[in-house]
């Protein structure tokens, strides 16, 4: 999930006709991580249609927003008017994805996010907009199902970052724990800050069984840290933000070791769950040199919602919208189906256990044991 994992593939369509789709999200900031391997997913995607040496070819080309809407919006803007994009994939966080839809319904751009989870992005009512993944009321349920049943705990203490993404998982896993019987306390983090002493001192006075994060993993790391550091030894879980060697490397492996992060996404380069998932894997390891990691999957699901499009005929942006609607193949993560509301047809919950640098899968938070 490093920055050297983007190489392979390119922006390339070849010769012939051809039409352009996006892709939005953090390309170079301190997030990048859980945003180059949806790229990726998507580029192997294009690359294999593309291979197929069909009538019209796709160009997938990138758009750097560094996650923040101030600056996806501009990008957006000359997506559309000087780049022609007849839709995009992402953007890949909550934050960017309410600023950036209004653009795209002006425009009439479909896009399909692999990544943005917040909950209140499928209620808004818009026509163009779409994600694969499942949104912060199925994660955070799922996460605090897991919470009281595999790990007992009584006690819940839960932080976020305040974002559009953090704060509303946070408070469905807090409902969620609640409504099982726990007893919790809530305290946010300044996520461009580096020392939460402040919230650190809360958690030791409540002396909780668990503890949950909703943030990023890059924030998510230091507060790890400064936990363990400050005598802290509760279960630390965190969300698909936090779905990063990052984690381990900003906590220190031997701090992060144990940690359960939960994931609307699904990794299995094993192959645990389905045949495709293993070649998938193998397909993005030969491309990338790099395991399949957060998000990747959903990236190609993403891509082949639009490589189905226009595989259909499909060339013009209120067409392929038009065949989003009714779209409906197996895919690596799920069954590529979309809901009027743009929410997928079929999502689960998955934990990932840290172990060092490595996030093996667990199982599905419903069923899974620690």
């Not at 012939?16 to 790229?39: Q, W």
């Not at 605090?144 to 509303?168: C, M």
């Amino acid at each position: 999930m490093t920055l050297s994992a983007c190489g392979g593939g390119g922006d390339d369509s070849g010769s012939g006709d051809g039409v352009v789709i996006g892709f939005m999200g953090d390309l170079t900031g301190e997030n990048s991580g859980i945003v180059i391997p949806p790229k990726n997913g998507a580029q192997l995607a294009i690359d294999e249609y593309n291979a197929t040496n069909p009538k019209v070819k796709i160009t997938l080309k990138t758009y750097d927003s560094q996650g923040k809407g101030e600056q996806a919006v501009p990008l957006a803007k000359n997506a559309i008017t000087k780049d022609d994009i007849v839709g995009l994939i992402g953007p890949a966080f909550s934050g960017e994805s309410q600023q950036v839809a209004p653009v795209l319904e002006e425009g009439k751009i479909p896009s399909v996010s692999p990544s943005a989870t917040n909950t209140a992005l499928g209620k808004n009512g818009w026509k163009y907009w779409h994600r694969i993944v499942g949104n912060d009321e199925v994660q955070g349920a799922g996460v605090g199902e897991f919470i009281t049943r595999a790990l007992e705990a009584k006690k819940v203490f839960v932080i976020h970052d305040n974002s559009e993404y953090g704060k509303p998982l946070g408070e469905k896993v807090e409902a969620t724990v609640k409504s099982k019987g726990a007893t919790t306390q809530v305290d946010a983090i300044d996520p461009e800050g580096s020392d939460f002493a402040a919230t650190v001192n809360k958690v030791k006075a409540f002396a909780p069984d668990a503890i949950f994060y909703g943030g990023y993993y890059a924030e998510g790391g230091k507060l790890l840290k400064q936990l363990r550091e400050g005598g802290v030894t509760a279960r630390f879980l965190s969300g698909d933000g936090s779905l990063d060697k990052g984690l381990a490397e900003g906590a220190g492996e031997q701090n992060a070791n144990g940690s359960i992060i939960a994931c609307p996404c699904l990794i299995d380069p094993e192959g645990k769950t389905s045949p495709a998932s293993k070649t998938f894997a193998d397909k993005y390891r030969a491309k990338f040199n790099a395991p399949p990691a957060i998000y990747s999957a959903e990236g190609y699901d993403a891509a082949t919602a639009f490589i189905e499009a226009v595989k259909a005929g499909n060339t013009t942006a209120e067409d392929i919208n038009a065949f989003l609607s009714k779209v409906d193949v197996p895919g690596v993560s799920k069954q590529v189906k979309f809901l009027p509301t743009g929410e997928p047809a079929a999502s689960d919950v998955y934990v990932y256990e840290v172990k060092g640098a490595t996030l093996p899968l667990i199982g599905k938070a419903a069923e899974a044991d620690v």
